[in-house]
């Protein structure tokens, strides 16, 4: 596998940075993980443009300057997915700083682009097919405060409460977790944004303290297109084991049903009804079936 850095290919395995560098050691890196999917007329990326919108975002977010235009980041990874003959698999793009520092503030700024682009070979329960539904419990680690960090950037150190919350939910059992803000309402999973069904009416996180998710953003069209009454608002933790149906979305696994939340059984039957239907439009969207949505493919 050959990886993109600032130009060039390289093999993956001497993609490498120092130990010392100010990216590693201080976990400022800014990074976006984009889905690659065999849509009908050929692979393609599924909002690469609106991942590589974000990633600039996280840049602003972190006093990061990208020596590459969006174009430049868009062309980079369609040149490694050509590269690596990528037909159904995810894009993993970076910027970070990759001199050596001691200090809290990188004194040298360059910043490194690294590219790299994965193929999952034949899909047997992957991205065009929904996820297996999920086990998750509540953390007791909250998501980190928005006035602490900036929580709408992609950056690496903002992954350590995800980290922590979901190795204690496997711990205690759980294939996932749901993170609570420090107000105690519903935030979101490790790497994925939560939705919950009651009465055919779906309700979401703001996104006060949540990642803006490109694919909750893409599900949110969907659910409009499909007439779905959507409320943005907070959830209290009670509202979860009340609620007929609930599913994650994220990149790579796009809709992931939840089963049970603290070891109670959400709804009569996984996937519900509603979710169901959702994952079932969502997977014409990500086929490229739906003209209305062409804008969110990129083809490779």
Not at 92 to 103: G, M, R
Not at 182 to 210: C, H, Q, W, Y
């Amino acid at each position: 596998m050959k990886a993109w850095i600032n130009g060039e290919f390289v093999d993956w395995k001497e993609a490498t940075v120092p130990i010392l560098s100010h990216g590693f050691g201080r976990g400022a890196a800014i990074f976006e993980v984009v889905d690659i999917v065999s849509a009908a007329k050929g692979p393609a990326f599924f909002g690469l443009k609106e991942h590589v919108d974000r990633f600039f975002n996280s840049a602003t977010y972190m006093y990061i300057t990208i020596p590459l235009s969006k174009d430049d980041i868009i062309r980079a990874c369609i040149d490694t997915a050509q590269e690596n003959n990528v037909s159904y698999g995810a894009a993993k793009f970076f910027a970070y700083y990759s001199a050596i520092e001691l200090d809290v503030v990188p004194h040298d700024k360059q910043v490194d682009i690294a590219v790299f682009c994965l193929d999952f070979g034949s899909p047997k329960a992957g991205q065009m097919v929904m996820s297996e539904p999920v086990s998750a419990g509540i953390s007791s680690y909250r998501k980190i405060h928005p006035e602490s960090v900036p929580v709408h950037a992609k950056t690496t150190g903002n992954y350590v409460s995800g980290y922590l919350a979901k190795m204690a939910a496997k711990e205690q059992g759980y294939q996932d977790v749901i993170l609570l803000d420090t107000m105690g309402f519903v935030a979101e999973a490790a790497t994925a944004n939560l939705f919950i069904v009651n009465d055919n009416k779906i309700k979401t996180p703001t996104l006060r303290s949540v990642l803006p998710g490109i694919n909750r953003m893409a599900i949110l069209e969907i659910l409009e297109e499909m007439t779905y009454i959507v409320e943005k608002t907070d959830i209290r933790p009670d509202e979860l084991f009340a609620c007929d149906e609930a599913f994650y979305t994220s990149s790579i696994t796009q809709i992931m049903p939840i089963k049970s939340i603290d070891g109670k059984t959400i709804g009569s039957a996984c996937p519900g009804k509603v979710t169901q239907t959702i994952a079932d439009r969502a997977r014409e969207v990500y086929n490229g079936k739906v003209t209305k949505f062409d804008k969110w493919l990129t083809y490779i």
